[in-house]
């Protein structure tokens, strides 16, 4: 079945600090890829998305690109900020589906 | 409103009590999802509506869970006899549509079930 892995957290880096978090994935079709954060206090909201190899997703400084052939959709940024700690879901969705398959998260912390 | 809104936002509960969770989404979406996400894991899928109907009630864990979506807009999901197994992140999202590969979900808050 479709399921998604992540690397473990809590990934500690200082600010400035450029950033990877790993997110593989197996799927039967061509899904849908996306990256999710979860502020604390707040709800899940959608960071970026990729609906296709190749695809790069971007949005306030992350990126992250769907890559098929190595079934991955790591994300990346250049450059941490303290208001960047959070928690990063990566999640996918088969295009004959609606069901989003997550992650477990990645907890993020950056500090001063 | 401007987004998916849940109440409540916590809910304490004693084992074998009823439960109900209310799901507010945003105006004129016509899929609502139902998710639960436990201490330190992704969300899992329960429920998906689309308009009034249970489209797919597959992710319910079992028949003490419950959802439903009387006028296609709010959606209560419901758990009789709650026990501890079910303290858990509830989550709601609705989107515009079927989902397609550009539709977006959009998430409330969640309500925190604890059951004692």
């Known amino acids: 079945g479709n399921s998604v892995t992540q690397m473990e957290g809590p990934v500690t880096l200082s600010e400035e600090a450029f950033l990877t978090i790993n997110c593989t994935y197996t799927?039967?079709?061509?899904?849908?890829l996306f990256w999710y954060v979860q502020y604390p206090g707040e709800g899940l909201q959608l960071l970026l998305k990729?609906?296709?190899a190749d695809d790069k997703g971007s949005n306030k400084g992350f990126e992250a690109t769907y890559r098929k052939e190595t079934t991955s959709f790591h994300l990346e940024k250049g450059s941490v900020q303290v208001s960047d700690s959070a928690v990063y879901f990566c999640a996918l969705r088969e295009d004959s589906n609606y069901q989003l398959i997550w992650g477990a998260g990645t907890k993020l912390i950056i500090k001063p | 409103g401007a987004g998916v809104s849940q109440t409540p936002s916590n809910k304490v509960t004693e084992k074998g009590k009823y439960v109900e969770l209310r799901c507010d989404p945003i105006?004129?979406?016509?899929?609502l999802y139902w998710y639960r996400q436990s201490l330190g894991q992704g969300p899992e899928f329960l429920i998906y509506f689309q308009g009034t109907g249970a489209a797919d009630d597959s992710g319910l864990p079992n028949d003490r869970f419950f959802a439903v979506r009387p006028e296609g807009s709010v959606s209560t999901l419901k758990i009789q006899r709650t026990e501890r197994g079910d303290s858990a992140v509830y989550l709601c999202a609705s989107s515009l549509s079927v989902p397609v590969r550009n539709t977006e979900a959009f998430f409330g808050q969640g309500t925190r079930l604890t059951v004692v």
């Open positions: 799927a039967t079709g061509y899904p849908s």
């Open positions: 105006s004129g979406h016509t899929a």
């Open positions: 990729a609906t296709k």
